[in-house]
């Protein structure tokens, strides 16, 4: 009954109530299970895993309930604003976005690509490159990188294409290409953006570790441990970003 009711009204106090009652269901057959025969813990199993069943799709509905009121927060702000607006192509990227997580990635792929073509642009470009990333088709991002008119575009490095430069060194990445991270990384190392380089580098380890390549990772990382302390990030961060190396 609560569970049916938080389907329905997707509230706070809803989702308060299902998760506490459930909680409380699951630690009351537990006590049970300690002193119960054979027979009496299959059947005490058997409730416990149907309420963590309703508990993983109470989880489930509460997200989408976010994603919901989300993308429509989102299309109320898109609705004001225009193309030239500073904010417009990073909210059409989350729209993009949304609209994949529903299981529409191949439709926007299409259009994205088709928009694209029809009048390339940096804007167009980031979004075609985005939709492939969530799609995981690093061979396509590969092939777009050298277009011509792609390399027009994004060459040399510069503050509005860095988020294009780390989509393609995902992409190789992905297609496991180190003649081709090596070539463009070559280029990529003159930004001035210096915690654009690390995040760069930081991706070159990772593919040194998917290749097997124990020394050259070891390398990288204790080079990115040493530029850790020179980039300029709060303490948090800086934390969070050597226990994750340690980890590589």
């Known amino acids: 009954r609560l569970v049916y009711k938080f389907s329905v009204l ?20 537990e006590e049970q299970l300690s ?14 895993d149907q309420l963590l069943a309703w508990k993983v799709h109470v989880y489930i509905q509460k997200s989408r ?17 225009t193309e030239d607006h500073p904010l417009y192509p990073a909210l059409t990227l989350q729209k993009q976005q949304f609209r994949i997580q529903r299981g529409e990635g191949r439709q926007v792929l299409e259009q994205v690509r088709r928009e694209w073509e029809a009048a390339p642009s940096l804007d167009r470009l980031h979004c075609l490159l985005a939709a492939c990333l969530e799609r995981e088709l690093g061979g396509d991002i590969l092939r777009l990188w050298e277009q011509d008119a792609v390399q027009k575009l994004v060459s040399p490095p510069r503050a509005d294409t860095l988020p294009l430069w780390d989509i393609m060194f995902h ?3 992905m297609e496991r290409d180190l003649d081709f991270f090596h070539r463009y990384f070559k280029v990529f190392q003159k930004c001035e953006d210096a915690q654009a380089v690390f995040s760069a580098e930081w991706q070159l380890a990772a593919l040194y570790r998917e290749l097997g390549m124990t020394q050259e990772k070891t390398a990288v990382k204790e080079r990115l441990l040493e530029k850790l302390d020179t980039l300029s990030l709060n303490e948090y961060l800086r934390s969070s970003y050597r226990e994750r190396l340690m980890r590589l």
Do not use: P
Request: charged content about 35%; cysteine-free; proline content about 0%.
């Open 65 to 81: 309930a976010a994603q919901e009121q989300a993308e429509k927060l989102l299309d109320d702000l898109m609705a004001d604003v």
């Open 171 to 173: 992409g190789a990445v």
């Open 35 to 48: 002193g119960a025969s054979e027979s009496e813990a299959v059947s005490l199993r058997q409730q416990r």
């Open 10 to 29: 997707r509230d706070e106090r809803s989702f308060e109530e299902v998760m506490r009652s459930i909680e409380t269901a699951v630690g009351s057959i």
